[in-house]
């Protein structure tokens, strides 16, 4: 339809970092995707293994689509020994209670987005929270 013609879109995807065996990653947010709270590109979502890949807003689908595309190589490859895990239900998971929230550092705001995701995990559940996905911006 017209209204649709010329609108401005941004794509996020999440994604669990996992180990070669697929059990959930318990590492910190790799050094090399550079920094959680201020990369605009990379981040993290509830916890420190969900990455979270989020383009900036555009007009053209297609390079929307070749930044999405470019920020997932990227990230493959700084991954070291883990994985991106694919499936939008998360690997298996023993304990919520051993999912560690993202970390964001010591700074107020970075402080405040920590404490946003255990008021999530007190509300829902940290498993719940684990669950990735697209959305279409």
Request: hydrophobic share 35%; charged share 25%; proline share 4%.
């Amino acid at each position: 339809p017209q209204a649709l013609k010329g609108i401005q879109r941004g794509l996020e995807r999440e994604t669990l970092r996992v180990n070669a065996d697929g059990s959930l990653a318990t590492t910190g947010h790799p050094k090399a995707l550079g920094s959680a709270l201020t990369h605009k590109w990379i981040t993290t979502d509830f916890a420190e293994a969900l990455l979270e890949f989020i383009t900036p807003v555009d007009g053209d689908i297609d390079h929307m689509l070749t930044i999405m595309r470019d920020v997932h190589r990227f990230t493959a490859r700084n991954l070291g020994d883990e994985r991106m895990w694919p499936l939008s239900m998360p690997c298996y998971i023993e304990q919520g209670q051993d999912i560690e929230l993202a970390q964001y550092g010591t700074s107020n705001i970075g402080r405040l987005k920590t404490l946003y995701r255990e008021g999530l995990k007190n509300r829902y559940g940290a498993l719940m929270q684990t669950i990735p996905g697209v959305h279409y911006n």
